[in-house]
């Protein structure tokens, strides 16, 4: 069975920093991983998508790269914002499934 | 621009009451699904559908009921509801539930089984 661990669980950075979260997974037999942004109360919103023979995926401040073989993801928010402060999940699509295996979130607090 | 709806936003159960979470949008996307989340657990695939007529369980589906009569709409049914069913309710929907589209979610309903 898939497990996606995402570390830290929390982060508080200030305003400007650089920063990497980072996403693990047990199976590497997967067809993509995402990472969201959910806000509180809010539903999740998808920020990048990495296909399995990609190696990184690129949308403004943001960089997501995907090692397969070792089962490991990171996303790299580039000069950090207040704006940024949410909990950030990753998840991954089985090869062969249509269920996305999340993990549990990161919370990151950008301090102005 | 409404992409995905979901209502109602907030709802209070007894326990044994039946209700429906509903979920709908306005893509023209052939592949929805329902998760719930719950703290410390993450999000978990309830059941999901690649389209009209068609519906597969996901990883927790017992207590709970879907059908797909047209490619908007894709209702939960909680049958007999359970104060473990206490949960964030999160519709999703992308193009096809194959290749490599992003899913888009709705807010989600918060539940509570009283």
């Known amino acids: 069975k898939q497990e996606v661990t995402q570390i830290p669980a929390a982060l508080s950075v200030p305003e400007g920093e650089n920063l990497v979260l980072n996403c693990s997974f047990t199976d590497s037999a997967i067809y993509n991983l995402q990472w969201f942004r959910q806000d509180p109360g809010k539903g999740l919103t998808s920020l990048l998508l990495?296909?399995?023979?990609?190696r990184e995926q690129t949308s403004g401040r943001l960089n997501a790269s995907l090692d397969k073989s070792s089962g490991r993801s990171t996303l790299y928010i580039a000069a950090s914002q207040p704006g940024d402060s949410a909990t950030y999940l990753c998840a991954v699509r089985g090869a062969g499934s249509y269920q996305l295996t999340f993990g549990k979130g990161t919370k990151l607090s950008v301090i102005p | 621009n409404a992409g995905v709806t979901q209502t109602p936003k907030f709802q209070v159960l007894k326990t044994g009451q039946s209700m429906t979470l509903q979920c709908a949008q306005d893509?023209?996307?052939?592949?929805m699904s329902w998760y719930r989340q719950d703290p410390g657990m993450g999000l978990r695939l309830i059941h999901y559908?690649?389209?009209?007529?068609?519906?597969d369980q996901g990883e927790v589906p017992n207590g709970y009921n879907v059908s797909r009569s047209t490619t908007e709409d894709f209702p939960l049914r909680l049958l007999s509801a359970a104060p473990s069913q206490t949960s964030v309710y999160f519709c999703?929907?992308?193009?096809?539930?194959?290749?490599?589209?992003?899913?888009?979610f709705g807010d989600g309903t918060r539940l509570s089984i009283l």
């Open positions: 559908s690649v389209g009209a007529g068609i519906t």
């Open positions: 999703a929907s992308s193009l096809t539930g194959e290749g490599n589209q992003p899913q888009h």
């Open positions: 893509m023209n996307h052939e592949y």
């Open positions: 990495i296909q399995s023979s990609q």
